[in-house]
Every structure is written in C-alpha cells, then in structure tokens.
C-alpha cells in the first residue's frame, strides 16, 4: 500500500494525533528542543505525544495538584519512564542499573508492569535524557514501550518449562526485535546518534513497517506456554499458544483480536477475548507478526481512537475478512489448530527445580511495587541478591518476580539472603490476594478515577476475614483492580474484578475465566467499599455452601445467576 494509503482507506477525516504524527518527521517533533527548556517542567502537548514513542509519558502528582494551584504553581510535572525486556528476562546486572536509576533520578522504587516490564516514576524532565542514556548502557531500551506501535512482548517465564521457555523467550526476542520502529530519532535525541535525516529530504528514513504514521493505536503480543496462560493470551491484539509434544516445541497456535480497554458509558467500546485462527511452525512466527500488524496499519481506524484498537478492526470486518487478507499477504495459509489446555493464568511461587537443574524462586511482589517500606527491605534485599546472582531476574506478567537459574552450591546463600530480609512467596497471605493484581493507579496516572495499588492491600485486609469464615483462605480466586477501565491489569478477565469510577467508586465484576478465558461482567455499578463488603460476603457464603467439587469461582457465580456467561465483547455491557 502507498505511503498516502498508510493512513487508512477509511475517509472519515483523521484525529489530530493522526496529524502530530504525520509531521512528527518520524517521531522527532520538537523533542530535542523541548527538553532544553528549563522554565517548565512540562512538554507542549504533541511533544507528550510523541514521547510515548520512546517510552514514556507526562504526569503530574495528584496529591499535590490543589496546594500547588493554591501557591500559583505548575503542577509538580514528572515523568513515568517504561523499560522494555522481552519476555522480561534481565541480568543481575541490568537489576541494579535499574535499581541504582531508580534512586538516582526517580522516586526511589521500581514497578514491576503486567507487561513484564519495568516503571519508574518520578523522573524530572531535566534528567530524562541521561536516565534514558544509561538505561541503553545497560543494553535495555525505553524504545517503543508505549506508543502506537508494537509494545513489549510477553511471554511465558514458569521455570518448570524451562527447556521450552528459553526456545520460547528465543522466538519472543526476535519478534520484538523485529518489530523495533527503525527511526534514527531515539538514537539522535536520547544518545546523541548522528543525525540522518536531511530537513530538506525527509525521504531519506523509512519505517518499512510502520511507515510515516505508524498504527492506529498500540499493538500487543503475547506467548503462552499451556498449562499456563499466566501472559493472559486471550487479550492480547496477536497472541501464540505454544503447541509442545514430548517435550519439544512443534509450533504456536495463533489468536487474534484481544484487548482490554474501553471507556464507561460508551458501549461502542468493550473489552474482547481473541479468537484461535490457526496453527505455525515456529519459523513462520516473525512473518505472521509482521502482516498482522500491517493489516491494522492498513485498516484500523485512524479517525475514532477509542474504536482504532485491532479488536474492533476485526469485529468490523469479520474473522473471515482477516484471516483471507493474512493469507494473501503471507502466501500460504495457517493449518488447522492443534489441541491445547491451559489450567491457570497465576504465578507458581516459592522454589522449583527446573529441568535444567537449577533453581527458581518465585517472589511475590504485591502490585509490582519495589521499595523498602518501613521494616520490609524490599528493595535493599533484591539488590544484595543481585549483587552475588550469577542467574537471571524474570519478570511475571502478575507482577511478580522469579530469581531464576540458581545453582545448587549458590542456593543456601541466596535463600539466606530471602529469609534475612522476609522476602516472601506469599504463603502467609491468602490465595487471593497471592492472585491479585492493581495498576498504579493515583497519584501518578492522569487516567485514573479512583485509587487501585494503594487501595487494594487495604480492602484485601478487609476480605480475608470473610475467606478465614468460610474456610476459602486457601482457594485461588483471580482478583483485579484498576483505577479506570482502560485496562492495564487487564480487571475484565478477572473472577472478580473492581474498576474505578469516582474517588472511592467502583464497577464490581463478575465472572471471569480462571484460566483467562473468558470475560466477566458488570454485577454492581458505582458502589462503595461498604457495599463491596457486604456484596463479597454472601457471595462467598453461598460459594462455601454450594460449589461443586473442583468449581472455580468465576464459574460458580454464572452457575448461580449472579452474572451471565459473556461469549463476547459485544455481551459485555448490560
């Protein structure tokens, strides 16, 4: 398709951001200039988005938005900076370059993503370009972790597949690697590449993926490797289910269509599961990615934003239409799918030894947050680890983190290490909350509505209790909050799930697939944590009493009628 094509057959006239990015001169803008300006702490507007393009985007700190307004000051601009790890393995090494950053520019913690990636926040917009500088010594990149292109590829990181995994985590790199947005810019303006670019013959840089506007919006990519479907397949844009035989590797069955987002009161906008379209040869993976995400390129909608995601490309067109168009472009044709069961989508924690003879260690890590609180060292523990860790750090898609390929003789030292600072598997918490996971959420998020990471602990204090009653401490149960349902938990997956609506407000939903399979659905709106309470109660009194032998959850309150079974995201709403 021509450049003029790139962006889109659809004749609606295109959103502004369509525009920003068209004279962006691929992805620069005025950055570089910007970010010389010392006055403010702030960015003009198309330069904010245009800097979520190398991986990160402009907040305030809400707590402090009304007393500063009162002293007539700007907002206490700051900036969330995202690292992308595909797979989200790193080295010990890379662990303190983080953590040393961190310290350093940010607000003193790391925050471990749903995307296996790392968040810091807090970073002053004088200090952006040599945190970003020392993030790519380090060999990691903030290159493209948010923004309209391909984001951070997940995959699956339980070590007790260990063989499997790094075959896995091998195709997942490449991938990424593969779908990297080519602009010189990140390099011109974060590590003061040499410049390619002539200001009088722009032709002289391409993006033969992306071209001059890049996507619609942001693509997603996930591996899973059954039994688990901890990378939650099913809502991802382009997903691959590991298909393994005797232990080997025989290909990927393909899904499409996944997302999270929408917006409350528009139900033109929902949450939807992908589709399996079809089995791969693990060679054939890179092509696939490749055409699917110029597929969306070519025909996600460039006018709507809250309707360009690829999700609604195909509920438009049709699975068919989709699955005709990728054949044309790859010039062969997917085979039938291959069988496959995934059983759970949570992290297994505390130590396992893998196939490979070395040890893991799951650690969890509520809501991802890294940092030493009070008494719990977190931060400093992890450090100490990594500084004698001759293995690998692996970052959950649950946000937790796996100290991964101990030897035997280097074990004992490192399970001294957990113990002297109570780092934890969890098992003194409830099953629950070991399956819980919240975005960040206020004071950072501009999206937000209500409080998720710094709300949920509370509340699951107030929950247990009734689990403790009825004999369900033990039963795994997947819980999400956001606080808004742009998704970033991915809450509309969860057994129960609260997404914010207003300050201390929730949407209570019900009903999700354990194995994030299936979606939930809304069974109380706006309600407060009261009604939260007294609503989880007797639901969890009836559970107790009349579940089946082996009934997750989320199936058990379809089976009871407190929700109805959504096949799809045009069932989501009521």
């Not at 934890?424 to 960040?440: E, F, K, P, Q």
């Not at 969860?494 to 399979?517: C, D, S, T």
Request: hydrophobic content about 35%.
């Amino acid at each position: 398709m021509s450049e003029n094509n790139l962006l889109s057959p659809h004749s609606a006239p295109h959103s502004d951001v369509e525009a920003i990015k068209r004279r962006s001169n691929y992805l620069r803008g005025s950055l570089a200039e910007t970010l010389e300006d010392r006055i403010t702490g702030s960015i003009p507007e198309d330069d904010n988005r245009l800097m979520k393009f190398h991986g990160s985007y402009m907040q305030d700190d809400r707590d402090l938005r009304n007393e500063r307004q009162k002293q007539k000051l700007e907002p206490a601009y700051q900036f969330m900076l995202r690292v992308r790890a595909a797979g989200g393995v790193v080295t010990p090494a890379q662990w303190l370059t983080m953590d040393r950053i961190a310290q350093q520019y940010a607000n003193g913690t790391i925050r471990l993503t749903t995307r296996q990636s790392f968040q810091l926040h807090g970073v002053l917009k004088w200090n952006m370009k040599q945190t970003i500088r020392e993030v790519n010594d380090a060999l990691l990149s903030t290159l493209a972790a948010c923004g309209d292109v391909n984001r951070n590829v997940m995959c699956n990181p339980n070590p007790y597949q260990s063989e499997v995994h790094g075959e896995v985590y091998e195709w997942a790199r490449k991938v990424s690697n593969h779908l990297d947005p080519r602009t010189r810019a990140y390099h011109e303006i974060w590590l003061d590449g040499e410049k390619v670019i002539d200001s009088l013959d722009i032709a002289v840089e391409q993006e033969p993926i992306y071209g001059p506007v890049y996507l619609p919006r942001k693509f997603k990519i996930g591996i899973a490797v059954p039994p688990s479907n901890d990378v939650d397949v099913f809502s991802q844009d382009l997903g691959f289910i590991a298909v393994v035989e005797d232990g080997r590797l025989q290909g990927f069955n393909v899904t499409a269509g996944g997302g999270m987002g929408m917006s409350h009161g528009d139900p033109k906008t929902y949450p939807q599961v992908s589709q399996v379209i079809g089995f791969i040869k693990p060679e054939q993976m890179i092509d696939v990615a490749e055409k699917t995400v110029t597929i969306q390129r070519d025909y996600g909608d460039r006018s709507v934003r809250k309707h360009a995601r690829f999700k609604y490309t195909l509920d438009d067109r049709g699975i068919d239409w989709f699955i005709d168009e990728l054949t044309d472009r790859l010039g062969w044709k997917l085979d039938a799918p291959r069988p496959y069961h995934f059983d759970h989508n949570g992290d297994r924690y505390g130590w396992v030894k893998g196939s490979d003879g070395k040890w893991h260690f799951t650690l969890f890590i509520q809501n991802g947050r890294v940092q030493d609180q009070n008494d719990h060292l977190l931060m400093t523990g992890l450090r100490e680890i990594a500084e004698v860790h001759a293995g690998d750090f692996r970052l959950t898609p649950n946000q937790n983190l796996i100290i991964g390929g101990v030897s035997s003789h280097k074990k004992k030292k490192i399970d001294d290490l957990i113990k002297k600072y109570q780092l934890t598997d969890g098992i003194h918490y409830s099953a629950l909350r070991r399956n819980s996971m919240a975005c960040v959420a206020l004071p950072t998020c501009g999206l937000a509505m209500a409080e998720s990471e710094r709300y949920l602990p509370t509340l699951m204090e107030k929950i247990e209790p009734m689990l403790e009653e009825y004999g369900l401490r033990d039963e795994e149960i997947v819980i999400r909050m956001t606080g808004c349902p742009n998704g970033c938990a991915r809450p509309f997956l969860a057994e129960i799930a609260f997404v914010g609506k207003a300050p201390g407000k929730y949407n209570l939903y019900l009903g999700g697939g354990f194995a994030g399979n299936r979606l939930n659905k809304m069974y109380k709106e706006n309600i407060g944590e009261a009604e939260i309470l007294d609503s989880l109660k007797s639901i969890f009194a009836q559970y107790s009493k009349d579940r089946r032998e082996g009934e997750h959850f989320g199936d058990f309150v379809i089976r009871a009628g407190y929700v109805k079974e959504v096949r799809s995201g045009q069932d989501f709403h009521p």
